[in-house]
């Protein structure tokens, strides 16, 4: 248990700092990367904000990106409510904490109290780690200079793949829908202005549901 | 770079709200067999997409091979031998780091 929290923790931590020295090659200032760790806080969200707009996209279609992005953070918080059985004034504060890392902690918890106890500490020491590690990223953007030196800019995909891995490995339609938004997006990138081919490739998941339902029928 | 802002605190207050309303809605509201698919399949098309679209973009809309690719190669040898978050992660900076020193 501890060794995973620590397992999670230098994850975060190196997360964190990738995505501050991201966020800062791509244009944005320090308080704006601040900003964004402090206020989203979904780190696959912030990746997918600051590529796109550091690619030229429109802003309009980089904020879709990064929202359809968190929409499974409502799926999460659904299990979660029904797990902790929180009281009704601390929800919009725990909301905030509805993340990937703590939904996972607190599901695989053995019953209510250790679930809660869960959530809270995972919630509370992430948001803090990542937020002091976005800061130091941004701030020492400037002095490591291009972030493609340091291979920071191969951790956005890094994370992106690791979030999707254990997805697709529960089927068929999940694999299917993976491959075909690869293939949209190779496609739209050349076709399409910044921030919308993603959005191109998000058409996979009903493309394929649609499909899949059509063949059982 | 006030367009930045707009789009931080648009995608701030969208994040926010979707968190709040899984935590808030009544039970059965989001559990249709339908809804949970297709939650189930839209973040994996938008991640797919986000991991080959930062690893192969260049700019101005093409597409290219650089370190990146290493980088990603190497995340998914460590995944593929079940290696934990942080050595994924770890292993794409250190190896696109690495190739961008010998090629750049």
Redesign the interface.
């Known amino acids: 248990m501890v060794r995973d929290a620590l397992g999670v923790g230098l994850t975060v931590g190196l997360s964190g700092f990738a995505f501050g020295a991201t966020a800062a090659g791509a244009g944005f200032g320090v308080p704006q990367a601040c900003a964004l760790s402090l206020l989203v806080f979904t780190g696959a969200s912030q990746f997918a904000l600051v590529g796109a707009l550091g690619a030229g996209a429109n802003p309009l279609a980089a904020v879709a990106g990064a929202f359809f992005l968190g929409v499974r953070n409502a799926f999460y918080g659904l299990r979660l409510a029904q797990l902790l059985r929180l009281p009704r004034g601390l929800r919009p504060l725990a909301a905030h904490w509805v993340i990937d890392e703590t939904s996972a902690v607190a599901l695989a918890q053995p019953d209510r109290s250790a679930a809660r106890l869960g959530f809270t500490v995972t919630g509370l020491s992430l948001y803090v780690l990542w937020n002091l590690t976005t800061l130091a990223g941004a701030l020492g953007a400037s002095a490591l200079g291009d972030p493609a030196v340091w291979g920071l800019n191969a951790a956005g995909p890094a994370v992106f793949l690791a979030l999707l891995a254990p997805m697709v490995r529960s089927g068929g339609r999940e694999r299917a829908t993976a491959a075909l938004a690869v293939v949209l997006v190779l496609v739209a990138v050349p076709l399409l202005p910044a921030g919308v081919p993603v959005l191109v490739a998000a058409i996979a998941a009903p493309l394929v549901m649609f499909v899949r339902r059509g063949a059982e029928a | ?1 006030s ?6 605190a ?3 207050v ?3 709200a ?8 009544p ?1 059965g509201l ?2 249709r067999p ?1 809804v ?22 260049g ?1 101005g ?3 290219v091979v650089d ?2 690719a ?3 190669a190497a ?2 040898v460590a ?1 593929l031998l079940r290696a ?3 050595v ?14 010998f090629t ?1």
Not at chain 2, 3 to 8: G, T
Not at chain 2, 18 to 25: H, N, P, T
Not at chain 2, 36 to 57: G, N, Y
Request: glycine share 8%.
């Open positions: 770079m367009n930045s802002w707009m789009a931080i648009a995608t701030a969208g994040c926010y979707v968190k709040l309303l899984g935590l808030s809605v039970e989001l559990e339908l949970k698919r297709l939650a189930a399949l839209v973040p994996i098309a938008l991640l797919a997409a986000l991991t080959v679209q930062q690893t192969f973009s700019s809309g093409t597409l370190a990146r290493a980088g990603l995340a998914l995944l934990p978050f942080l994924i992660v770890g292993a794409a900076v250190a190896v696109s780091a690495l190739a961008q020193h750049g």
